[in-house]
């Protein structure tokens, strides 16, 4: 059974920066796609970034690019999400999720191709 743990969020001002960060046990980690979401009071879960096993692809939602960034490090199976910039709209629950995909496969950007997910982690963006 694959495990998710989220941490590293909390409050910050606008402008500010965090890094989350998410740790996977169970399954084979290089074997997964993995992906950040997030979820604003009152909203649908949103994507915002993702990352491919390689390591090296990348998908990022138009909200967030170039201001977050996605990595994973497959030896210590975690993967990160740099968040700079940030604005009072990113605020919400962020979660880390992931999917089981072949070497090729496309990187998702749907929250319901995704079969594992963590418990969340909160960040506030206060002006």
């Known amino acids: 059974q694959v495990q998710l743990v989220e941490s590293g969020g909390g409050l910050v001002q606008a402008g500010g920066s965090l890094r989350l960060s998410c740790a996977a046990s169970?399954?084979?980690?290089?074997?997964?796609?993995m992906g950040w979401f997030r979820q604003a009071p009152g909203k649908e879960r949103e994507f915002v970034a993702a990352i491919n096993r390689n390591e090296r692809d990348t998908e990022y939602s138009d909200s967030v690019k170039d201001r977050f960034t996605i990595s994973r490090d497959n030896g210590q199976k975690k993967v990160y999400l740099q968040m700079n910039s940030l604005k009072i709209e990113d605020t919400g629950v962020y979660y880390c999720?992931?999917?089981?995909?072949?070497?090729?496969?496309?990187?998702?950007?749907?929250?319901?191709?995704?079969?594992?997910w963590g418990q969340g982690t909160q960040v506030t963006v206060s002006s």
């Open positions: 999720a992931s999917r089981h995909v072949i070497l090729s496969a496309y990187i998702s950007l749907q929250p319901t191709d995704y079969a594992y």
């Open positions: 169970g399954g084979t980690f290089s074997r997964f796609q």
